[in-house]
């Protein structure tokens, strides 16, 4: 009987050995799923925020763009008006003279589309 006894007695203690093996390697992975998780967490911040840096990088480009070609457009715009301007000043003069020359020359007599026809009174 103490065989047996002795027998059992091993067989609850390898039992208690792979059961205690069996936690700590349940343990072990456990650490390692964490690990595994909070590196890929590190590693999907970083590439969000190298992600975002670009987008910004190129929403600003777009909008210095944007504002460049404002800005070319408007110095276009005032560029044309002064040009304008200064014609008009230069102009002035002259086409208001030939405009009231034509106004004021009067030329009595017949047009030429006037056919002279006899209206019945």
């Known amino acids: 009987m103490a065989s047996q ?64 070609l404002a800005e070319e457009m408007e110095a276009q715009a005032l560029e044309r008006i002064t040009e304008l301007t200064g014609s008009y000043r230069r102009c002035l003069e002259g086409v208001l003279a030939w405009v009231l020359g034509l106004v004021c020359d009067v030329r009595p007599g017949l047009h030429l589309n006037y056919r002279g026809q006899v209206h019945p009174d």
Do not use: C, P, W
């Not at 027998?7 to 609850?12: S, V």
């Not at 059961?19 to 969000?48: C, F, G, N, S």
């Open 5 to 68: 006894s002795q027998g059992i007695h091993q067989l609850l203690q390898a039992e208690r050995r792979a059961k205690d093996k069996l936690e700590e390697a349940k343990k072990r992975k456990a650490k390692r799923i964490r690990q595994a998780t909070e590196e890929a967490m590190v590693e999907v911040d970083q590439y969000r925020m190298q992600k975002d840096k670009e987008f910004r990088m190129k929403q600003a480009k777009a909008m210095g763009s944007q504002s460049n």
